[in-house]
């Protein structure tokens, strides 16, 4: 195995239709532990989303693409609750499966799921304040340019893609780190399958002059990328 390359033909396991329910209900139920732990969101909301919020002094809504069992939805909720924000955070995800779980709960008060893609909320007019999505990147290939296009043409002001920035420490950590917790899961295979499958900033950023706009990679935090660009007004 090398780690010099994007291993674009690795596929996860619960991208496939057929994959074990059980494992994936399990899987995307517990990424809202492991995207604590790992994914920097906390960050991102502090240094480049919670600012632009209150300046613009009214209701927002902020999208979540591609949102999975909806953990990054809810922890984006409860952060603009506490900090005094007037915030709807709806998650969007195409998979029905990803949607019944991020529905199996009560959401916040200030949070929606819907199922969709990005295509879908374009053709219906919707438009949000911000656009953001966690570990969506990696999982596209010749799509990324439409996607990164589409999540901008439904933003009125910043978008944010965080992912996993592809590196020999990042998977060597996730190995171990993730043992105790990947029991009845697909966290461990998938988890290392997303790595090999993702960018470096230079890959990202190379991928992204592709899309329209103008885009620009950071690391935010250790192990992460983040593609920021901005909708229109």
Request: charged share 25%.
């Amino acid at each position: 195995m090398t780690l010099a390359a994007r291993d674009t033909a690795l596929r996860e396991l619960m991208d496939d239709p057929a994959c074990d329910p059980v494992r994936l209900d399990a899987t995307l139920r517990r990424f809202d532990l492991v995207n604590r732990l790992v994914s920097g969101w906390g960050t991102v909301y502090r240094t480049r989303l919670r600012s632009y919020l209150r300046g613009l002094e009214r209701p927002a809504r902020v999208l979540d693409l591609g949102c999975g069992g909806g953990d990054l939805v809810r922890r984006l909720a409860a952060a603009t609750a506490r900090d005094g924000l007037s915030v709807t955070v709806v998650g969007a995800d195409p998979d029905p499966r990803a949607h019944r779980v991020a529905t199996s709960t009560p959401a916040p008060p200030n949070a929606a799921f819907v199922c969709a893609d990005a295509a879908a909320l374009v053709a219906r007019g919707e438009r949000f304040d911000a656009v953001v999505s966690n570990h969506v990147l990696h999982h596209l290939d010749d799509a990324l340019p439409a996607v990164v296009a589409a999540s901008a043409e439904l933003a009125r002001g910043p978008v944010l893609h965080g992912d996993i920035a592809r590196g020999r420490l990042a998977y060597g950590l996730y190995a171990v780190g993730i043992t105790p917790l990947a029991p009845g899961t697909f966290l461990r295979t998938d988890g290392l399958r997303s790595i090999r499958r993702s960018f470096t900033p230079a890959e990202l950023r190379a991928a992204l002059a592709a899309a329209p706009g103008r885009w620009t990679v950071s690391t935010p935090a250790p192990f992460r990328v983040l593609a920021e660009g901005s909708g229109r007004a």
